[in-house]
């Protein structure tokens, strides 16, 4: 079946500093989805692309789709405590097809941010 | 507006109980999905639901089953727990059975079965 490879795992880094993560697949992506996941909430999202190579912004992150529609990247600029959390990539279930709701989600990256 | 709610949030069982979970999605939408994350993974997708029929069904053993209402709320039923179904139970909606750029997830039941 699919599956979403995502890295580092974790990643502790000092306020201001900029963050890059990565999600892989070993299929092919029609959309790539990131959420992020505060403790004890649910998936919130942050970010959707649609096309290959599009890069799209939220604020300080931003998001690109790779051109071989099998991974993609998240950067978060300037991060601060709040941007704490557990990040996720997900993308739809049938990879070229219909989704019929189903995500797909990587491991997740977790990301302590230092004072 | 209120978002996707779930109930109970907190919950403990004992091995071979059953249990049923609620989900009451965002105005509107008229489909339900059910996810199941444990501790340190990513959600692991279970069902999906679109006009009270089942469009999606995820890896899971037949003990778990779902059925979503005229009003579009959800229950997730789960018999025979087994320690490992301990988890975060997800429930999500959107407008469609395929939006995934309109996916909300409400904050989840924590289920311990003990």
């Known amino acids: 079946g699919q599956q979403l490879n995502q890295s580092p795992q974790s990643m502790f880094i000092q306020e201001g500093e900029d963050v890059s993560m990565n999600c892989t697949s070993s299929?092919?992506?029609?959309?790539w989805l990131w959420y992020k996941q505060d403790p004890g909430e649910g998936p919130v999202l942050l970010i959707a692309l649609y096309k290959a190579g599009e890069l799209t912004s939220n604020g300080r992150l931003t998001a690109q789709f790779g051109t071989t529609r099998k991974d993609s990247f998240l950067n978060i600029s300037a991060s601060i405590p709040s941007d704490v959390g557990i990040y996720f990539c997900?993308?739809?279930?049938?990879?070229?097809?219909?989704?019929?709701?189903?995500?797909?989600f990587g491991q997740g990256t977790i990301l302590t941010v230092h004072p | 507006d209120a978002g996707v709610t779930q109930s109970p949030t907190h919950l403990i069982k004992t091995r071979g109980q059953h249990v049923t979970l609620r989900c009451s999605p965002i105005?509107?939408?008229?489909?339900v999905s059910w996810y199941q994350q444990v501790l340190g993974q990513g959600p692991q997708f279970i069902f999906q639901y679109y006009e009270k029929e089942e469009r999606g069904r995820g890896n899971f053993p037949d003990r778990f089953s779902a059925r979503q209402f005229p009003n579009y709320s959800s229950e997730l039923n789960v018999n025979a727990l087994l320690l490992g179904d301990s988890a975060l139970y997800l429930c999500a909606s959107s407008l469609e059975q395929s939006s995934g750029n309109t996916i909300y997830f409400g904050e989840g039941s924590w289920l311990t079965v003990v």
């Open positions: 299929s092919i992506f029609n959309t």
């Open positions: 105005s509107g939408h008229k489909s």
């Open positions: 997900a993308g739809p279930g049938n990879a070229g097809g219909t989704s019929y709701g189903k995500l797909t």
